[in-house]
């Protein structure tokens, strides 16, 4: 397997008020789809961000396609693109054309060309119209769609969604699952929500900062499922 092919971490750990949060994960994924499921407070989040570059390890090596997410050049920006569960921690522009083009006007990318790259997006989702729209006045789903968009426009090699369906209503889900599924880049997506997995080719069961399985979503969702249920039944379910 080759360092420049996907996600490598080498035995990664992030320690919070003397804790490892994250404690010497060791990855290699090369699938496309790839789920992170586990308990509030398991990890899922640190690792999808440590995997961003918004964390830096306190150990260990995170490489991207044989790129070091958390140096601060172009190509470290861009190699992954973070979608965040709550799209208010996202949204840093009043219109939706500057929001979308943010990554490239704030990389340096002239004004005229990150317009025009940007309204090219837009237009082939069918939402140029909304070129000058206040993102204040768009629905959640709208609002993830641009959130969505803003991220893409970066040409990321690898796609990190935190929960990319919550709040959002069964239509819009299906909408955004449709065009997630099409998306050519790899993807991990965080989720507490089993069926959205299922055709995922690889989850991973993390668990107090490790990874507790590994496999494809037949073999490990079935055993997560049994633990999540015995787990809500044990008095025990507010202490993780
Ligand atoms: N900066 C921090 N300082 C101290 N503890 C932290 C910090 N960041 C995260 N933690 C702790 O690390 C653990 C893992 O948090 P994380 O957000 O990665 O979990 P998660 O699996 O994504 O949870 P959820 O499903 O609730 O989003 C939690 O116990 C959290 O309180």
Redesign the pocket.
Known sequence: MSATDGIHLTDVS?V??G?A??DGISLDMTERRVA?V????????????VIKGLIRPDAGTVRLYGIDPAKRDFGSLSVAGFLF?NSDHQILCPTVLEEIAFGLTENAVPQAEAERTTLALMEAHGIAGWRDRAVSTLSEGQRRLVCLLAVLVMEPRVLLL??PYTGLDIPTRIRLDAFIAQLPQQTVM?S?DPDTVESFDRVLW?DA?RVRADGAPADVLPAFLAAMQAEGQADSAWS?
């Not at 398991?42 to 690792?47: E, N």
Request: glycine fraction near 18%; charge should be positive; proline fraction near 0%.
């Open positions: 992030v919070r008020g804790r949060i994250l992170l586990g308990r509030n407070g398991s990890g899922k989040s640190t690792l999808a961000r569960q935190d929960e965080i507490h993390i900062g993780a």
